[in-house]
């Protein structure tokens, strides 16, 4: 039998982990659990020491994805749970994600519907990532950012180099999968409203948005971005040489402006891609 270990990241939850520790130790009593503080100053620290769980400090907050990093070298278990420290997940999936694992899967995702997203901002976003991504791989993406998911160890840690130390752990490790044939499944959860203050931005979480979705295109198919752009400016192109040579017969500095730019997006895309297949290779 697969041991199991649990990994939550977590800075200042000390309320929320008062309450799940003792719930996730009784649904999973022979699992181990390990809370990678990032950083806290409030009582992390001795709730998972009265709970029995072993607890990874840092003297510094790194980052959500550094947590996940740290506990996934840290961790004994040949499956790995993440779950969220706030609250928001019941301990109770964790036996539906395991179920669904051992039907084959590398990696099963607790995929959230609408009711429990953080809002209509995120839930929107949300949308916009999950269509982009089953558009990139497809395959049916049903929550890309969920934070909730089983994974089998060593199949994940082939990808810890990969992942960012920030909050788009979830995102990277699920495109990773797809690009390395590792087969991803999704069970439905329902998420709780999180305990205690988000530690996400709206500005900061804005720019992020943007940032995922190249970060979406470029860790599984680069030119299936790069491509359309290089179309749209080809395109816009020759739509400007019909203007300006109806107009005044003759051929603008736009025009080919626009066509140099389709070569060179194109060329981006092209090189991208063979980066892309260096940063999945692996050694025999």
């Known amino acids: 039998m697969n041991r199991l270990s649990i990994i939550l990241p977590a800075k200042n939850e000390g309320a929320a982990l008062k309450d799940l520790l003792p719930r ?11 809370v990678v503080d990032d950083g806290s100053t409030d009582d992390t620290r001795d709730i998972c020491e009265a709970a029995g769980v072993s607890c990874l400090s840092s003297p510094y ?10 506990g996934a070298r840290a961790a004994n278990g040949d499956v790995l749970i ?25 990696m099963v995702v607790g995929a959230r519907d609408w009711s429990s997203q953080a809002g209509v901002g995120r839930g929107v976003a949300n949308t916009i990532y999950n269509w982009l991504a089953t558009r ?5 993406v049903e929550d890309l950012t969920s934070g909730y998911r089983a994974v089998k160890a060593e199949r994940f840690r082939e990808f810890l180099h990969l992942l960012p130390n920030g909050f788009s752990y979830p995102t ?14 999704y069970v439905p959860i329902k998420a709780a409203q999180r305990i205690g203050k988000s530690h996400i931005k709206p500005i900061k979480d804005g720019i ?27 395109l816009m192109g020759c739509v400007n040489y019909l203007r300006t040579y109806l107009e005044a017969g003759r051929l603008t500095n736009g025009s080919a402006l626009m066509w140099s730019a389709a070569v060179i997006v194109f060329l981006i895309g092209l090189v991208s891609e063979q980066i892309t297949s260096l940063t999945y ?3 025999a």
């Open 172 to 185: 990277t490790s699920t495109m990773a999968f797809f690009r390395s044939a590792y087969p991803v499944a």
């Open 82 to 106: 993440f779950m969220d420290g706030d609250g928001q997940h019941d301990p109770a999936d964790i036996a539906r994600l395991l179920e669904k694992l051992a039907q084959g899967f590398d």
């Open 61 to 70: 907050s790194m980052g959500n994805g550094a947590a996940i990093k740290r």
């Open 281 to 283: 290779r692996r050694d």
């Open 136 to 140: 990139m791989t497809g395959h049916a």
């Open 24 to 34: 996730l130790r009784l649904a999973q009593p022979d699992a181990e659990i390990i």
């Open 208 to 234: 992020r948005f943007l940032l995922i979705i190249f970060k979406i295109a470029t860790l599984y198919s680069p030119l299936k971005l790069f491509a359309p752009a290089s179309l749209v400016f080809f």
